[in-house]
């Protein structure tokens, strides 16, 4: 039923880098095939990461400015007051969980998950990002106890300067909303779309299309299965993490947090390989009432600087003002290399 619709088209040019010769340029529309919105793949292998070395910021002075650092997290930070967290803060492993000095909503945390500044992406170890993920998962759980029409759960992390992270510490963005955002809300409205048409999850039916055609089928632990998107939503790629039978907050237990850390860590590990240094990630959870056709997910896309001299933004007109993705990769490309990693 997961239709896969794109569309090719042209451009003819006279090509100064061959004596003038007449040269057709193909662009490739695609449709995503839940929400049907459309992005584009074109300019291959015109833009490429470069890697860049973070460690030079790790410096006693900005530390000092930190206040993620642990010099700085008890004073500088914010706690929750004690009616809804009786520490302030909340703590597992290297995390320590706190309210956003500037929230984005009713319940917006940051998971600090580590002690040092800087954690480049080979550090980013299993144990870190589990424990992160861990206590955002924790959050939920206490202010689902108090406030239950709260629907929305989601994490999102910036990592990086590209992904338009403001501090280099390494930290989760932990929201609880009533209000989902626009790719949330429309997701959620077309897999229930899908779901009276078909009777049937599209989650599951996407994870089971994409394992038979291969493709964008990267590989698949336990309960979950790894993907590079159809229609991504980034410069460089999209990928995703599904959990088909894994809905609520309420469904998610130690071994899916570990699954989910474990299929980031060879994501990163592919990442590494390509000098991907930065991303963002979304983690979507379904709604209570909407368990038979939401799954867990997790979007991750890779952020980078289009080139290392004016380090401009990959994000730009076409995605700002037109709101249209635009990628320079193919998925079934990264698909092939990604593999290696699993
Ligand atoms: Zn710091």
């Known amino acids: 039923m997961i239709d896969f619709k794109s569309k090719i088209v042209t451009t003819t040019i006279m ?7 007449r040269k057709v340029i193909e662009t490739e529309v695609r449709f995503d095939p839940l929400t049907g919105d459309s992005g584009r793949l074109a300019h291959f292998g015109i833009y490429r990461p470069h890697k860049e070395d973070f460690s030079a910021w790790d410096t006693p002075e900005n530390r000092s400015r930190c206040p993620f650092c642990p010099s700085n997290i008890e004073t500088l930070t914010p706690r929750y ?20 000095i500037s929230p984005y909503d009713q319940f917006s945390a940051l998971a600090v998950m580590s002690r040092n500044h800087v954690v480049p992406l080979k550090n980013l170890t299993h144990s870190l990002i589990k424990d992160a993920f ?49 790719l949330y ?36 632990l336990a ?3 790894w993907l590079s998107a159809y229609t991504p939503l980034g410069v460089m790629g999209e990928f995703l993490g599904v959990f088909p039978q894994i809905h609520t907050i309420f469904d998610v237990d130690e071994t899916i947090i570990d699954e989910l850390a474990e299929g980031l ?8 390989s390509m000098d991907i240094y930065s991303f963002n990630l979304g983690l979507f959870f379904a709604p209570a009432g909407s368990e038979e056709y939401y799954s ?31 990628t320079v990769v193919r998925p079934e490309v990264q698909c092939i290399e990604a593999k290696h990693f699993w």
């Open 265 to 272: 860590k060879r994501l990163f590990r592919y990442f590494e």
């Open 134 to 182: 861990g206590a955002g998962l924790d959050f939920f759980q206490i202010i689902a106890a108090k406030e239950r029409k709260l629907a929305y759960h989601i994490i999102s992390w910036n990592y990086m300067p590209p992904s338009g992270g403001g501090i280099i510490h390494p930290h989760l963005q932990v929201i609880i909303s009533d209000l989902p955002g626009n």
């Open 81 to 100: 007051p004690q009616e809804l967290l009786p520490q302030g803060h909340l703590h597992r492993g290297e995390t320590t969980l706190l309210p956003n």
């Open 15 to 21: 090509d100064p880098r061959e004596d003038f010769a």
């Open 296 to 326: 867990l997910h997790a979007r991750i896309i890779p952020r980078f600087f289009l080139n290392p001299i004016q380090r401009p933004p990959d994000v730009n007109a076409l995605q700002m003002v037109l709101q249209e993705p635009f």
């Open 185 to 220: 809300r429309k997701t959620l409205e077309s897999s229930e779309r899908y779901f009276q048409r078909y009777r049937q999850n599209f989650w599951q039916e996407l994870c089971n299309t994409e394992a038979e055609r291969g493709e964008r089928f990267i590989g698949q």
């Open 223 to 225: 309960r979950s299965c």
